[in-house]
């Protein structure tokens, strides 16, 4: 009868976790928006969630500029937990009136950040229409 | 019994379930980790890489702000081991630096199709001569694409290191030289665990 209880525990604990662990999974964070004005300026929105890696993770500096017309992002991300935080970042491209370009030809991007670590990843926009971008993180 | 009964049962839909086949639309830009061979993901960012790294690059820059340079791709070597479709690489590159609107492109691929149609506008007397397309006006390419992937596997009891080197470069075919080159790098590994 003790055995069966233990069982059944065991079972709970790891549907439990299952259904956590699927939670976790694939949850999408936009992490940071960036609108380049007319004028140069510059508009960063920072949005997060109480997620895995809005946790971890933090965008702690954004480059902006326009190469032959291209709007080129970089980015730097900080781990600032104590683990490796292995997840996927893709950058989401906007032109003026906020229409997506290149919708679904940017891929996912597997990155790996050492603990307390700052990595810098960088793109660059897929046509000239381009003024903003937003950068996705999921794990 | 009874008990027994509802085991077998279970079993039973168990097998049952898992024999189904079930089939749903992904995510194609979604990271794609089934194997260490090449696959979508690493395509995709290869392509995205060096495209990026062309378009940034000064001198290409300065190249392309005036005007847009007509390319011709080769093929890319592949030296893997794997059956790698190497043109469907080259073709990602081509449609990304299109879509840029800083190349221009000719296709040799289709240069007999192409042929074959206007000779049927000059020689068919179907088409209105005024309309016929005329030979001799195609547009040269100034520069080619070309490049390598290669691999290297290595192998130890249950672990797997795959490293692919994808290298691409631009040159000018009137003077011969390479104008840009770029590589991306990716390693995979894989390790057997017991679960």
Redesign the interface.
């Given at each position: 009868m003790r055995k069966f209880y233990i069982t059944q525990n065991v079972v709970k604990i790891m549907a439990l976790s299952g259904v956590l662990t699927s939670m976790l999974a694939c949850s999408v964070n936009e992490t940071a928006t960036v609108v380049v004005h007319d004028d140069g300026n510059l508009t960063q929105t920072i949005e997060s969630n109480s997620d895995l890696l809005a946790a971890n993770l933090s965008i702690i500096d954004t480059k902006v500029g326009f190469?032959?017309?291209?709007l080129?992002a970089q980015v730097e991300i900080r781990n600032a937990s104590g683990d490796v935080l292995n997840f996927?970042y893709?950058f989401k491209w906007l032109d003026k009136s906020g229409f997506e370009m290149?919708i679904?030809?940017?891929?996912?991007?597997?990155i790996s950040i050492t603990p307390y670590e700052s990595k810098r990843v960088?793109?660059?926009a897929?046509?000239?229409e381009v003024n903003s971008f937003t950068i996705l993180v999921q794990d | 019994m009874k008990l027994l009964q509802i085991f077998i049962i279970s079993i039973g839909v168990f097998v049952l379930a898992s024999c189904s086949t079930k089939i749903s639309y992904g995510d194609a830009t979604a990271v794609e980790t089934t194997t260490t061979g090449f696959g979508s993901t690493d395509l995709q960012t290869i392509a995205e890489k060096l495209v990026d790294d062309l378009l940034v690059f000064g001198p290409i820059v300065r190249l392309t702000s005036e005007r847009r340079p007509v390319v011709f791709v080769d093929k890319v070597k592949n030296k893997t081991t794997e059956h790698i479709d190497t043109e469907s690489i080259t073709d990602t590159i081509q449609t990304k630096l299109l879509k840029s609107g800083k190349f221009r492109f000719v296709d040799m691929t289709t240069v007999k199709a192409i042929q074959e149609q206007m000779k049927f506008q000059m020689d068919s007397g179907m088409v209105d001569p005024v309309k016929a397309g005329i030979f001799g006006k195609q547009t040269g390419a100034e520069y080619m694409l070309y490049g390598n992937m290669s691999s290297i596997v290595k192998r130890r009891k249950d672990k797997k290191d795959v490293y692919y080197k994808f290298t691409l470069k631009l040159v000018s075919l009137e003077s011969g030289i390479i104008e840009w080159a770029s590589e991306k790098e990716i390693r995979k590994s894989s390790e057997k665990t017991l679960f």
């Open positions: 190469v032959g017309e291209l080129r996927q893709k290149a679904g030809e940017r891929p996912w991007h597997p960088q793109g660059v897929p046509t000239l | -």
